[in-house]
Each structure stands twice: as structure tokens, then as C-alpha cells.
């Protein structure tokens, strides 16, 4: 089956994303054990380390979800989905993907909403007084590319079903 370009920009972009999330991951590892190490043996942590791992969680977190989807890495009960015929399969993997889309979208704008809110509240970090909107931006941009990545996956499960 060819894969259509919507289909490659999704995973690859997805993959990107993927990469900054691993990123994000290793740089949090290696603050969290600086910090340790800087606090147990000469009495002086990095300053704003908690800061700066919470924010990396966020991007951990939502940079991860779209992969994550694409590779069905999420949790999946199928113990009742697997007794219905193939035709209610397809039903109920439509209705929970455009659910899931939905949702998503829902996301996207509050995360938007929000970061307005505490860009104009000038929400910052305890420590470092880093702002938080643009985790909030990039949130946004992760869930989207999720809303996408639920649609090639969609798209994938029906076009699979024509065939």
C-alpha cells in the first residue's frame, strides 16, 4: 500500500517532535543528577533545576503524544472490540479517533486561551521567573500535530479497510 505525503509529513514531523521529547528526556536526566550531585557534595544546588525540569516535562510529555499515536504506544483495551464483527470494529475505531480528534482540538484552543491569559498575567517560573506561555504555545502546536497524526491513523485504518 503507498503512503500518501500527508501521511509522510505526519511521521515525519512526528518524528521530530519525537526527538526533541528524547531530548528533553536526557537533558532532565542529566540536570536532575548535576543537581544531586552539586546538592550532596558541595552543599549548592543548581539553581533553578526544578524550574527547569518541570518545563522540560511539559515538552517531554506533549512532544511525545503524536509518536507515541502513530506507533500505537498508548494503552488499548481490545478485549471487547475484538468480539464485534469487522464492520462494528471499524465503527468504533471512527467514533473514538473523532472523539479523540475532537478533544484534542478542544486542547489546542485552551492551551492557546491559557498562554494569552498568562502571557498577559506574566505567569512565570518560582525560580527563574521564566515565562510559561510558550510551553503553553508549543503544547498547542503538539496537540495539533496529534489531531493529525489521529487523522492519518484514521485515514490508514479506512483506506487499509478499501483495500
Known amino acids: 500500500m503507498q503512503v500518501s505525503f500527508f501521511e509522510k509529513a505526519v511521521t515525519g514531523f ?3 517532535f519525537n526527538m526533541v521529547a528524547s531530548a528533553s528526556l536526557v ?13 550532596y557534595l558541595f552543599n549548592n544546588p543548581i539553581t533553578g ?5 518541570s518545563l522540560m516535562g511539559a515538552v517531554l510529555v506533549s512532544f511525545a503524544m503524536p509518536y ?7 494503552v488499548a483495551v481490545e478485549i471487547l472490540i475484538q468480539s ?13 479517533h473523532l472523539l479523540g480528534i475532537s478533544l484534542f482540538l478542544l486542547l489546542v484552543r485552551q492551551a492557546i486561551l491559557l498562554s494569552w491569559d498568562m ?21 498547542a502546536v503538539c496537540f495539533s500535530l496529534l489531531c493529525f497524526a489521529i487523522l ?5 485504518i479506512w483506506t487499509k479497510r478499501a483495500s
Open 49 to 53: 533545576a526544578y524550574d527547569l525540569v
Open 152 to 156: 492519518a491513523n484514521l485515514l490508514h
Open 27 to 39: 537533558v532532565m536526566m542529566l540536570l536532575t543528577c548535576a543537581d544531586v550531585f552539586m546538592r
Open 68 to 74: 507515541t499515536m502513530l506507533k500505537k504506544g498508548h
Open 119 to 139: 502571557k498577559a498575567a506574566g505567569e512565570v517560573t518560582p525560580t527563574l521567573l521564566l515565562p510559561f506561555y510558550p510551553i503553553l504555545y508549543c503544547m
Open 84 to 96: 464485534l464483527s469487522r464492520r462494528k470494529q471499524l465503527i468504533v475505531e471512527t467514533f473514538t
Open 14 to 16: 512526528s518524528s521530530l
